[in-house]
DNA sequence: AGCCGAATTTAGACGCGTCTAATTCAAAAG
DNA sequence: CTTTTGAATTAGACGCGTCTAAATTCGGCT
């Protein structure tokens, strides 16, 4: 049986496999976990014992695919879980994470398998990310990008937030930034805020730190193709 | 916080204690949790230390105030999951108790809360176990006796059923034995097997261990207060 | 009263996951 | 081709929960 901790590293070490395109050093996978680097150094030491990880010393660690599966199947409980504690015990948006981050490690695979079918199967999860099926590649990102990539005059709908602070996550929902939400970006201000408006509804400023957590698609533009200024109440200054 | 071990530990001299009527042993305890001796006069030492039990040495251990409510807390996670995984997710009876011996170690107070919520506040889990409200006393066994405790013609309804054994459940669902069956009490055979006839429908055939883990309540009689041998479909040997 | 045996506790050890302090390594800078 | 320096590893320790083996204690029996 592999531990909660073993699995928080192989989840850690596949996330940042990921996002830094590669071998995961020893440094980055403590700051992630809130360890020391010993202490990432002895659990990378059991974890390639157990054949989960391959280790180059002194360089970094990557999954071995039995690692990659176990990382995928607890990315599916977590994701599995958010979704469950959303749409069926009506948790808020923002709740779901922490309590998710538990029982992942806590399930058996009755419990996932009923919950999936409860759920119908579900493709992604509360923030918009994608719930992994079975050992197989979770993300497809093709066609996204990331809200501060864009310009004035886009016109977008969030695909997934991957903030998971739950007062900025309250906040968003409050504003009517959620996973599906469409809007057209109207001011990019020079002190790192962008102001978008929100279909059928009104405008909502962003710091950069938001944008970067939101990914979108773009949309059809509503008619031709417009760049921008010409949205009914465009700038009053 | 304590840790999922100090809770089974609570939940163990808890059961005990009302087993056994007033202070559990080391034995005893060592061998409901399945540990040494040592092991158990250990943990005990511990759990002495944060005021969760009262120890009188070479004597044994019984639960404070404190101790009694962090065990029927963790009873009443037990109960609340069990009851939700059969209710709501469709587990069998039978499955039940092991997923909640895990999951009741690791959900929220506000998991905790939406379930009950969601069960509307259920008094009872699917073994007729009563679930603890907050840290009162969860049983009233008033009017209540096992089911080898009684004699042929006894009219009775099923409260509990305290086996745990997941063949053994299964088997007593299939045969219609399950909280809230009455049956009545036809034969008692003198190598430890008890007979009874299912209201509505057929017989079933017990063996000792089977009637003493079957909590009933007796019921009115159908008619008069005849004592036995006037069912309709009576002896036919 | 004294002994015996069973239950309990104490001693000492181990693996897990963690830490701090000390050491070693590798890669960049001179 | 050295030196420097920052990252990584090794050394040694600790608390948890567990074990086996060795005391110790309690209670009952003669």
């Known amino acids: 049986m592999l531990s909660a901790k073993m699995e928080d590293y ?3 070490i596949y996330t940042l496999e990921r996002e830094g395109g590669g071998s995961v050093a020893t440094s980055r996978l403590a700051e992630k976990l809130e360890v020391t680097p010993p202490t990432a150094t002895s659990m ?10 391959d280790r180059e010393k002194y360089k970094g660690v990557t999954l071995t695919r039995e690692g990659e599966t176990v990382a995928l199947e607890v990315i599916r409980h977590h994701r599995l879980i958010e979704t469950f504690l959303s749409e069926e015990l009506g948790y808020d948006w923002a709740e779901v994470h922490e309590e998710a981050e538990i ?9 996932e398998r009923r919950v999936a079918d409860r ?3 579900p493709a992604v ?4 990310d994608p719930i992994p099926n079975d050992a197989l590649e979770p993300i497809d990102d093709a066609g996204e990008s ?12 969030v695909v997934r937030v991957r903030d998971r602070d739950p007062e900025e996550l309250t906040y968003l929902d409050r504003e009517g930034i959620t996973p599906g939400t469409r809007f057209t970006v109207e001011e990019i201000a020079p ?5 978008v408006r929100i279909d059928g509804t009104g405008t909502v400023s962003l710091p950069d730190h938001i944008t ?13 193709e417009s760049t921008a200024l010409e949205t009914d109440e465009s700038t009053q200054s």
């Open 10 to 12: 192989l989840k850690a």
């Open 212 to 224: 970067e957590a939101i990914q979108v698609r773009p949309l059809e533009e509503p008619r031709a």
């Open 125 to 128: 999860d509360p923030h918009g």
């Open 44 to 53: 990378i030491e059991k974890l390639t014992e157990r054949g989960l990880v």
């Open 119 to 121: 759920l119908d199967q």
């Open 146 to 157: 990331s809200l501060s990539d864009h310009g004035e005059g886009d016109h977008l709908e």
């Open 191 to 195: 002190i790192g805020l962008m102001t």
């Open 103 to 111: 029982l992942e490690h806590h399930i058996s695979e009755e419990f």
